[in-house]
């Protein structure tokens, strides 16, 4: 019974490039929610998707940042053009959507230089 | 919207020792509050969780208590270990469909 998978576990990019980070569910799980993590900081929600929707993105930047799930594949958060505040650790979690639980995935640790 | 508070940030216990960390909420419709261990670049890991309907629920050597009134809520471990030794994070939601709202985490030491 996997659990949920995120790649690549590490990513450098330098400042201006993109970044695309992808997180595949537990399966018969149907909701994603995108988490970054700053240095030394606690965990803040970007986004929540189920497949093909986009239901709560209030915690994404305005510009930048976009993020999808598709019927088939996985789940991406895409950073353009990023910038040496984009460094944090980004972790996906996934929902059954019957039980309150959320699972976190082992999460994508990204560096811009 | 929702705000959590978490104290204290660092917490230093002798192995053995009983740790307590606690958290307010500002949101009187959150009803799912999850505790979360973090070890140095890992993922957070659910460790207990509770809902807005008991008052304690117990695990073990964890336990976790809420008071909906005061809306604050805390994390109890007894025995403590030094492999107990991790970032821990209190975090409140309304129902399992909304987001997730951390605290500040708490980082706890074990010293053998």
């Known amino acids: 019974n996997a659990g949920v998978m995120q790649n690549p576990r590490h990513l450098v990019r330098r400042r201006g490039q993109e970044a695309r980070l992808r997180c595949s569910p537990m399966k018969g799980h149907s909701h994603v929610y995108w988490y970054r993590q700053l240095p030394e900081e606690g965990l803040k929600f970007m986004v929540y998707l189920q497949k093909e929707n986009i239901i709560d993105e209030s915690g994404m930047p305005k510009e930048r940042f976009s993020a999808e799930f598709p019927k088939e594949g996985p789940s991406i958060l895409r950073i353009q053009q990023v910038v040496r505040g984009d460094s944090a650790a980004y972790f996906c979690a996934s929902f059954a959507g019957s039980s309150y639980e959320q699972y976190f995935g082992p999460g994508t640790r990204l560096t811009v230089t | 919207g929702e705000n959590v508070e978490q104290h204290p940030s660092t917490l230093s216990v002798q192995e053995g020792d009983s740790a307590v960390i606690k958290c307010t909420y500002s949101d009187s419709a959150s009803n799912y509050f999850p505790w979360y261990k973090q070890e140095l670049g890992k993922r957070p890991q659910l460790i207990i969780d509770i809902r807005s309907n008991v008052g304690e629920k117990k695990d073990q050597r964890i336990a976790v208590t809420l008071n909906k009134t005061a809306k604050h809520f805390s994390l109890h471990i007894t025995e403590t270990q030094p492999e107990d030794s991790a970032v821990y994070f209190c975090?409140?939601?309304?129902?399992?469909?909304?987001?997730?709202?951390f605290g500040t985490g708490t980082r706890l030491l074990v010293s053998p």
């Open positions: 975090a409140a939601s309304r129902a399992g469909f909304q987001k997730l709202v």
